[in-house]
């Protein structure tokens, strides 16, 4: 129902990226998910009241 937290999975990828030697890529994605912790816009589970997809949306919105 929308409630999955998905920061790990973007995290993951981030740790892909650092291994794939694409370092900057790597840092923006991890930077971009800090900072959405940081601000609040979370699913429940980290307190916040957004969906997974909602997650997803900012996440992109900030590596725009």
């Known amino acids: 129902t929308g409630q999955a937290n998905p920061m790990a999975a973007v995290l993951?990828?981030?740790?892909m990226l650092d291994h794939l030697g694409c370092q900057?890529?790597?840092?923006?994605?991890?930077?971009?998910?800090?900072?959405?912790?940081?601000q609040?816009?979370?699913?429940?589970?980290l307190g916040g009241n957004l969906s997974c997809a909602d997650v997803g949306d900012r996440l992109v919105a900030r590596l725009a």
Do not use: K, L
């Open 24 to 38: 900057p890529a790597a840092q923006a994605v991890e930077q971009a998910v800090m900072a959405q912790i940081a």
């Open 12 to 15: 993951s990828a981030a740790m």
């Open 40 to 45: 609040g816009d979370v699913t429940p589970d």
